[in-house]
Every structure is written in structure tokens, then in C-alpha cells.
């Protein structure tokens, strides 16, 4: 069904500041104030930003998607804004004023415990199901497109990429690989642009590393594969190397302090074969089962 599209007026939006570049534009923090007053709502504003990867097309499909999202663990889509008459269109999505999962962790690492992480692997991974459920594959699930919304809730955002699973298969093949997260992809996407739910389930597993890495920089996924699979390449060859030790079973190694059942759910999502990958509902059972075990 056609999502009721909200509009915001141009005249109305106040900027703020801006928030960061996504995959196909950059988002601003405004506040809609058709008061004029100041007591209008904040809200995250994300314009297209023309390049060679991103079109208007893109760009319409990702306002179509986010605007059929409606899940709790999912940034919520509140409308789109039409500018330069109606040749310029913004999507207008709620401000979480706690910022991407990879800052927040960075800056409360000391009061954010292994059960707090487990709590938000618990609620991306029931997003991830919910978009499963949708048909949709997000092909870019990584910390930093976490956002937190509060101490105990964190929301998956950024749609840039996601595709729809057509219905008659259960992958989606990518024909333009652009600057690919190759360090958060699973070896069938490098290798044969292939993305499926259990693609996903791979990149969550590295989000699982992520979190319990509490998005150290040094610890991060990119540098520790980087170490392993040699920085003096070209990125052809780094993303074949990279695969060759993922088939010689080579996997990042768990991060201090590092729960031994967490990092054997990352193992399993890093099965080689995405087969024997488990699902987001499996998932979500394994975490809820660790965070009962934790309460004992
Ligand atoms: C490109 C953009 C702007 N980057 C950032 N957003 C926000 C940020 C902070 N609060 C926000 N509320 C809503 C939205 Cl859409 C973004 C933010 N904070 C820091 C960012 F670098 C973004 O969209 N990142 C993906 C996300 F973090 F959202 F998953």
C-alpha cells in the first residue's frame, strides 16, 4: 500500500548542524519549526548527494524503503521534504540524539556492560528479522549504522543499500559493486556479488565483534584483517586474499574480555557455506538464552 507520505515545508526547517555522509547522501540535523519559535521537533533531514554511485533512483528507493519500515529496532521514517519546487526531495527521519552505536560505545565503554551488549545484539538482530520478514536484504550492517536511542535501545538505519529479495530467488545479485564494506562482507558477496539474509547474518556476526570490541578503532574489523592479509595490495587482490584466508577457516579472533559463547555465535555466523549460517530468529533465541544465562 502506498505509506502516507508526511510532508515537511522547506519554509519550516531551521538547520541545525550536520550529522555525517551516509552511502548516498549526507544528513543534517534541522529542527521543523512552523511555529518560529523553537519549539519545533529536531529531526534528521537526508539529502541526495549526486555522484557517480547514487542517482535519484536510489535515492527514491531508499525513501520507499525506510518509509515501509515500521519496527521499534528500525530509525523511523517521518516524511520527505520537497525543495527547488519539486525537483529536489529530502528523507526526514527521527534525531537520535545518541548518535551511531560506534561513538556511544567508544564514549560509555566503562558503564556499558556485556549484558547491555547483549541487549542491543538482541535488538539489532530482531530489526535484521523483522527486515527479513520484509524480503528486504540491508547489505550494509555494520556498528556504524547503529544508531542509539537511549541506554537500552539501538535502532538500525541507513537503507542506502538495501535490496529487495525478487521473489523467485533468495539472493540478490549486485551488478554495480561500488566502494564496498568488503571487510563486513560475506566471501559469496565478495566474490560473486551475491547478498541474501544469510550475508546479512555473516556482517552481524562482524557487528557482534564490533560491539564487544566496544568499536575500539585498533579493533576494529577492517585493521585486524588488514594485519592478516597484508596492507601492500591493490583492493583487487586484497578482497581475493581476504577470501583465501576466510576458506583456510582463518576468523577474527574474539575481543578481550570477550564472553567464549559470543564469539562462538560470531563463528557460526561465519560459516563459510551460508547454508549452515544460522537465522536472525536462531539468533536472537542464542542471545536471549545468553542474557538469561548472564541474570543467573
Ligand atoms: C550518515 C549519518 C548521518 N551519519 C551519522 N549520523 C548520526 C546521527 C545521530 N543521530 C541521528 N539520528 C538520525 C540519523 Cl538518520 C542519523 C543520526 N551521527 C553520526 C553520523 F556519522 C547516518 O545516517 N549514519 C547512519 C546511522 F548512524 F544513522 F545509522
Known amino acids: 500500500y502506498q505509506e502516507q507520505l508526511s510532508l515537511y515545508e522547506e519554509r519550516h526547517l531551521r538547520y541545525i548542524s550536520a550529522l555525517g555522509k551516509g552511502n548516498f547522501g549526507s544528513v543534517e ?54 525543495s527547488m519546487g519539486r525537483l529536489n526531495v529530502s528523507l526526514v527521519m527521527e534525531y537520535l540524539p545518541n548518535g551511531s552505536l560506534i561513538s556511544y560505545l567508544e564514549k560509555n565503554r566503562e558503564n556499558v556492560s556485556c549484558r547491555r551488549l547483549l541487549l542491543f545484539a538482541s535488538q539489532i538482530c530482531k530489526g535484521m528479522e523483522y527486515l527479513q520478514s520484509m524480503r528486504y536484504v540491508h547489505r550494509d550492517l555494520a556498528a556504524r549504522n547503529i544508531l542509539v536511542a537511549s541506554e537500552s535501545l539501538v535502532k538500525i538505519a541507513d537503507f542506502g543499500l538495501t535490496k529487495i529479495i525478487p521473489f523467485d530467488k533468495d539472493y540478490y545479485r549486485v551488478t554495480k559493486p561500488g566502494d564496498s564494506p568488503i571487510f563486513w562482507y560475506a566471501p559469496e558477496s565478495i566474490t560473486e556479488s551475491k547478498f541474501s539474509h544469510k550475508s546479512d547474518v555473516w556482517s552481524f556476526g562482524i557487528v557482534l565483534h564490533e560491539l564487544f570490541s566496544y568499536c575500539e578503532h585498533n579493533q576494529n574489523p577492517k585493521k585486524l584483517y588488514l594485519q592478516k592479509v597484508g596492507k601492500d595490495m591493490q583492493i583487487a587482490s586484497i578482497s581475493m586474499h581476504l577470501v583465501s584466508v576466510l576458506k583456510d577457516k582463518w576468523r577474527l579472533p574474539a575481543p578481550q574480555h570477550c564472553p567464549q559463547r559470543v564469539h562462538s555465535m560470531m563463528l557460526k555466523c561465519w560459516a563459510f557455506c551460508p547454508e549452515e549460517r544460522p537465522s536472525f530468529t536462531n539468533l536472537a533465541e542464542m542471545i536471549d538464552t545468553c542474557i538469561q544465562d548472564d541474570r543467573e
Do not use: W
Open 29 to 82: 540535523l534541522c529542527r521543523y519549526d512552523p511555529l518560529g519559535d523553537n519549539t519545533g521537533e529536531l529531526i534528521a533531514v537526508k539529502k541526495l548527494q549526486p555522484n557517480k554511485q547514487s542517482s535519484m533512483a536510489d535515492f527514491q528507493r531508499e525513501i520507499q524503503t525506510t518509509s515501509s519500515l515500521h519496527c521499534d529496532y528500525i530509525v523511523k521514517y517521518l516524511g520527505i521534504c520537497y
